[in-house]
């Protein structure tokens, strides 16, 4: 979430790196796959609220990272199904090559 807006509160360089790629692939595999009018594209979230964090840190813990986010709250994953199902319909026919940032406003710039 940070490859396009780096801060210090979060260092995490290596996992960045290793996003930025997949941004790359995303535009590289759109064009290779364009002739057969198949669409390559990226959704790259945030914080979404998910089980996943239920491992990692308790509820009030993660609602302080909703703070990380220029709109001070976390992503849902009905935030990203919106997305994909929009891509998937008439919505995306002219899309390809993109990263779609799902994010509160984090790739906009900091709210501090």
Known sequence: MWVENPIEVTPAAASQVAKG???TLTRHLAIEFAKDNIRVNTI????IDTPLYDQLMDKEKLQQ???LHPLRKLGQLEDIIAWVLHLIGTGGNFVTG???FVDGGITA????
């Open 109 to 112: 710039g900091s709210h501090a």
């Open 21 to 23: 790629a997949m941004h």
């Open 65 to 67: 990272l909703a703070g």
């Open 98 to 100: 993109q990263t779609l």
């Open 44 to 47: 790259a979230p945030a914080v």
